[in-house]
């Protein structure tokens, strides 16, 4: 059975659909040692698919890990800042296995998914299945009620309007759950209220909350069933 080549190396476990894309873009993959193009399709019992010269083959087992990423490390396998990277929280031979789903922002803690599955990657990065995330924010302002009904609402941002919010309070901290993932949008959002965050904290994707027992810096294996 034929399959888009992009699909086909993230299934493999590989890289994202997206970094599959960025590739084939940039020339480093081949399909029977011709240079493959987006579109171009695949048969995984036939042909042989190389990416950077690596001949691919269909992933061994699919790897599923929720880390409480904390503050103070970048989301990337490199950082040309040489700050510290949360694959340095993984153990070496899971390192090159598995690729972020998602970021959080130097500053955020809280949790992070990373695996090896490219549908499960598509399916919670794509924007039309609009999967929650939570956060815990505490901010350097108390709240009023217009500030948190204007979260709720939507804000105007220059990359445009928010969706609408679920925002409560409890204990002098402010939860909110977004589904869309503009770049550094919740503490964006509180700015544009008048609100100044001290600390951000995602606790929850979807099904999966951060758990209790992971302290910052931790990871434990997961099941897809625990996230959608």
Excluded: C
Aim: aromatic content about 6%.
């Amino acid at each position: 059975m034929l399959e888009r080549v992009q699909k086909y190396i993230s299934q493999a476990g590989t890289a994202s659909r997206r970094k599959a894309e960025e590739f084939i873009k940039s020339g480093q993959v081949s399909i029977n040692g011709r240079k493959a193009k987006l579109g171009d399709k695949v048969d995984p019992a036939k042909d042989k698919v190389t990416v950077y010269g690596k001949i691919i083959t269909p992933a061994e087992k699919f790897i599923y890990l929720a880390i409480n990423k904390p503050k103070g490390y970048v989301v990337s396998k490199s950082d040309p800042r040489h700050r510290k990277t949360v694959f340095e929280l993984l153990p070496e031979d899971l390192r090159t296995k598995v690729w972020n789903v998602g970021r959080l922002d130097f500053d955020t803690e809280g949790l992070l998914i990373m695996t090896n599955d490219g549908d499960l990657t598509q399916a919670l990065a794509h924007p039309k299945n609009e999967h929650d995330k939570e956060y815990e924010v505490t901010t350097q302002e108390e709240a009023n009620d217009s500030q948190l009904e204007h979260l709720r609402e939507g804000v105007d941002l220059p990359t445009g309007t928010t969706y609408p919010a679920k925002v409560k309070t409890k204990s002098n901290k402010i939860y909110i759950t977004i589904h869309e993932g503009k770049k550094r949008q919740v503490r964006r959002m509180f700015s544009g209220v008048g609100l100044t965050v001290t600390n951000l904290k995602r606790i929850r994707i979807n099904k999966l909350e951060l758990p209790k027992d992971l302290a910052p810096g931790q990871f434990k294996e997961i099941k897809p069933s625990d996230i959608i």
